[in-house]
């Protein structure tokens, strides 16, 4: 094994849930809720085809400010996850890897600035070689372009990259880009199908780097 490539939310850091309660909590303020089955869809990726405003609209037969509900959800959001700590086994595995000689990257269908701004600020950047996001893309996962960039950039062949991941889209991704994955679900996508995934744990705390590298030599 050559390199490891993370996913960045739901998988180093559980932004997840956090977004789903911070959008679950305005609808329950007007009186309806957001089905998690709906919001499954969009994980992992970016969305095209659901609106959560206008799905709130739809729910509760009213008009809504778009700029206002945005405004007070993503304060909501950041909020709560200010708190939030790595999740478990995540850095460990970095820095046992990055130690080793293995090459790092991140793949992540959000933008640049969040991003890069959050592993700067949990000190976790100077680990990664290569960090792709939206910004350097034109189709974001499950198309496996953030993994074939960010692949290009680490010089690694797929054969030998394995990607962490915590959504059906991401895994479709890394599977199509010719690495193996490992999945390691989240209290949001615990319920998806991660059958194509050549490993599920529940934290990548119950992983050490040699039982990785065993992966790719299977």
């Keep these: 094994m050559q390199a490891i490539i993370f996913d960045?939310?739901?998988?180093?850091?559980?932004?997840?849930?956090?977004?789903?309660?911070?959008?679950?909590?305005?609808?329950?303020q007007h009186n309806a809720t957001l089905p998690l089955e709906r919001w499954l869809h969009q994980v992992g990726t970016v969305a095209t085809d659901f609106d959560p405003y206008r799905l709130l609209e739809e729910l509760t037969k009213r008009t809504f400010?778009?700029?206002?509900?945005?405004?007070?959800r993503r304060q909501r959001f950041l909020t709560s996850l200010d708190q939030e700590a790595l999740r478990p086994g995540v850095q460990t595995l970095i820095e046992t890897a990055y130690h080793a000689g293995v090459r790092l990257g991140v793949a992540s269908s959000g933008t640049r600035e969040w991003v890069e701004g959050h592993?700067?600020?949990r000190?976790?950047?100077h680990y990664f070689q290569a960090v792709r996001t939206s910004a350097d893309v034109v189709r974001v996962k499950p198309d496996p372009e953030l993994y074939l960039s960010t692949l290009a950039s680490l010089g690694v062949d797929p054969a030998q990259a394995i990607a962490i991941e915590d959504s059906h889209h991401g895994?479709?991704?890394?599977?199509?880009?010719?690495?193996?994955?490992v999945v390691v679900p989240n209290?949001?996508?615990?319920?998806?199908?991660?059958?194509?995934?050549d490993l599920v744990v529940q934290s990548l705390a119950e992983l050490t780097l040699p039982e990785l590298l065993r992966i790719i030599d299977n």
């Design 8 to 28: 960045f939310d739901g998988t180093i850091l559980d932004t997840e849930r956090h977004e789903y309660e911070s959008w679950q909590a305005i609808y329950q």
């Design 65 to 72: 400010d778009p700029a206002a509900i945005r405004s007070e």
């Design 119 to 121: 592993l700067a600020a």
């Design 123 to 125: 000190d976790l950047r």
């Design 171 to 181: 895994m479709i991704a890394a599977k199509r880009a010719g690495m193996r994955c």
């Design 187 to 197: 209290t949001i996508t615990q319920g998806m199908d991660f059958r194509e995934a």
